[in-house]
């Protein structure tokens, strides 16, 4: 059942419907039925990831001159809503590598995006980033990973952590510390298979099973002066701007697609069981709760839809992102509840799905910021005290303007410009 309606029509054209139904057929024909074995196992889905790779799909922001798709934000948007409705694991999957795009999009150099953007576009490198660590969490300036410059190398030592895309990631994108204050944060590209380089053991986690962000380790790592994004001192913009124009996109993407699911099953449902001799819908108070759930998710979806609209547009958004992020998460986590309870002990069994869609929920409340610092920022948009825009200074690096309705082109089709798979370091990890 589709409770979409035609609101998203709004915002959508043609073209996004195709690669709705592409993406939508994709995962109930791949992704869904190895569902049970990744629920099972609770380790790094690393074929299923590596297949939906190969669709070109982590290349929906990527400029066709680097043979993406460049088809935008809402593209993004759409791909992985629609892998999240079947799995949260493999929709958390593709918005972590598509936020390791960015800050190659953002602050590669010409060399840098020749190199590793037609891989990421082709599905033959998965990217990440890594910024969090145990000591400092959300706090970016607290951080005490390091980078010492030795020649035409720097030296990598330390640890991160929460790293999504960390098992089955081959180009990590690392902010550590090159000097003191904010000030003294670099950006590095680091190669999985780097000398130096390894990972934590994959910890078993409540939910996104299939999907891994766990610890990445530099031991005396070394690194080419080359691979560095940007000048020393740029890591704090290249965290910062990837949280906020991808990272929180990315995970209300998430949100909204779980949403679509725990609406989806509950109606059916509803629909299907019995009581008292009617559908359990009729009683009352069961069909308010399912009303709840419908208006939460169409009012998240636009909110969702409207921020990377904008973003598409390269004006400014930040406040837009921040709250498509907040209404998103607390929508969706408030449905699961619901769903929870109109199921009830139906729901507690993992025969069906509403456990699962609860439990995945819940991993995107942390990730880009939690709801509360989102408020904080917010509020700071309501004062007037906010400090600068992040979609309005890379304005130029977001905008997309994909072609008009009428134009004889169907990114459904594959024609959106991207290269045949070639090879390349990476290239041995497919």
């Not at 972590?96 to 010409?110: C, P, R, T, W």
């Not at 009428?406 to 070639?422: H, I, N, R």
Request: aromatic residues 6%.
């Amino acid at each position: 059942m589709d409770t979409m309606g035609t609101m998203d029509s709004y915002f959508t054209s043609r073209r996004h419907h195709q690669l709705r139904e592409e993406v939508r057929s994709f995962a109930e024909r791949e992704v869904l039925p190895r569902v049970p074995a990744m629920e099972e196992s609770r380790s790094t889905a690393h074929g299923i990831s590596r297949l939906i790779a190969r669709q070109g799909w982590l290349g929906a922001t990527i400029p066709e001159q680097y043979g993406g798709m460049g088809a935008g934000h809402l593209a993004k948007t759409l791909i992985i809503e629609e892998l999240s409705r079947v799995s949260g694991a493999m929709g958390a999957m593709v918005q972590a590598s598509q936020l390791g795009v960015a800050k190659i999009v953002h602050f590669g150099n010409e060399d840098q995006k020749k190199t590793w953007l037609p891989a990421v576009a082709a599905g033959l490198c998965l990217p990440t980033i890594a910024v969090t660590e145990h000591e400092s969490g959300g706090h970016v300036l607290g951080m005490a990973a390091s980078a010492v410059r030795d020649g035409e190398d720097y030296v990598l030592n330390g640890r991160k952590v929460y790293v999504g895309n960390s098992h089955v990631g081959d180009l990590h994108g690392v902010i550590v510390r090159t000097g003191p204050g904010s000030k003294g944060l670099t950006a590095f590209l680091v190669e999985s298979d780097r000398p130096g380089f390894s990972l934590g053991e994959q910890q078993p986690a409540m939910g996104l099973h299939g999907f891994s962000f766990g610890e990445l380790i530099f031991d005396n790592c070394r690194v080419p002066a080359a691979n560095r994004l940007g000048a020393e001192g740029d890591g704090l913009s290249v965290a910062y701007s990837s949280s906020v124009l991808y990272g929180r996109a990315n995970l209300t993407a998430v949100s909204l697609g779980i949403h679509q699911a725990l609406v989806e099953e509950t109606t059916r449902f509803c629909a299907e069981r019995e009581r008292y001799g009617k559908p359990l819908h009729a009683l009352a108070n069961v069909k308010i709760k399912l009303g709840q759930m419908q208006s939460r998710l169409m009012t998240a979806r636009l909110a969702a839809y409207h921020a990377v609209h904008l973003l598409d547009q390269g004006v400014d958004c930040d406040a837009e992102l921040m709250n498509a992020k907040v209404v998103n998460v607390e929508s969706a986590l408030d449905s699961a509840r619901n769903a929870m309870e109109i199921h009830a002990a139906a729901g507690l069994f993992t025969n069906r799905p509403i456990e699962r869609f609860l439990r995945d929920a819940h991993h995107i409340f942390a990730p880009a910021g939690t709801s509360d610092v989102q408020l904080l920022r917010l509020a700071e948009v309501a004062l007037g005290t906010a400090k600068g825009s992040w979609s309005e200074r890379l304005s130029e690096l977001v905008r997309n303007q994909p072609p008009s309705p009428d134009q004889d082109l169907d990114w459904a089709e594959g024609s959106w410009g991207q290269v045949p798979p070639q090879r390349t370091h990476c290239a041995g990890k497919v």
